[in-house]
């Protein structure tokens, strides 16, 4: 009966440890999009008050 919990507890360890692991690579995956994103905005934003800049110093 030891031996069996000892297996369970293992097992449950192992699949924790897991989940632990694979919460941490999505939650990094999450903030490089958001960071990204953020990059994204800001440099349409810039590349459109330079077009606009552009424009009307003619």
Do not use: Y
Request: charged letters at 10%; hydrophobic letters at 65%.
């Amino acid at each position: 009966m030891g031996r069996l919990l000892l297996k369970i507890g293992v097992g449950l360890a192992v699949v924790l440890a897991l989940f632990w692991l694979l919460s941490i690579v999505i939650g990094v995956l999450v903030w490089v999009l958001v960071i990204a994103s953020v990059i994204g905005v800001v440099w349409l934003g810039v590349t459109m008050l330079r077009s606009d800049a552009g424009d009307s110093g003619r």
